[in-house]
């Protein structure tokens, strides 16, 4: 395996709270996929978990080397989890294409970690065999 590339993000919660204070829902509605604004509208803590899905966002499009340009947008990216909890990303329309483009098989890592204050992720992507 070969890892095609690494992104990691460090977001303060308090950053995502002024966001949401100045544009409201707007701002989950922009990055949020539908499963992802289902699971947001039932939380209490709208910040932190908002800034959770900032972060595997934007350590995602780091790892794809992409960042969000030509296409690639933040609701083309998508945090979910194993019944076990471990986190996963899917991967939508230009954003999957890209990636299909580089390698036909690939393992995506997702790691995540979550304080009071700061919410920071690592993804990393390689090459996968069957």
Avoid: W
């Amino acid at each position: 395996m070969k890892i095609i590339g690494i992104g990691i993000d460090i977001i303060e919660v308090s950053r995502i709270k002024k966001i949401i204070m100045r544009f409201g829902e707007r701002f989950a509605y922009k990055i949020l996929t539908k499963y992802e604004l289902n699971i947001y509208k039932k939380n209490n803590n709208k910040a932190k978990i908002l800034a959770k899905y900032f972060t595997v966002k934007e350590a995602a499009s780091k790892a794809l080397g992409t960042g969000f340009t030509n296409g690639i947008f933040f609701n083309q990216i998508e945090l979910s989890h194993y019944v076990t909890g471990q986190p996963k990303i899917k991967f939508y329309k230009k954003t999957l294409n890209f990636l299909k483009n580089i390698v036909f098989k690939y393992k995506v890592h997702v790691s995540l970690s979550d304080e009071k204050k700061y919410t920071c992720a690592i993804v990393i992507i390689e090459t996968y065999k069957i």
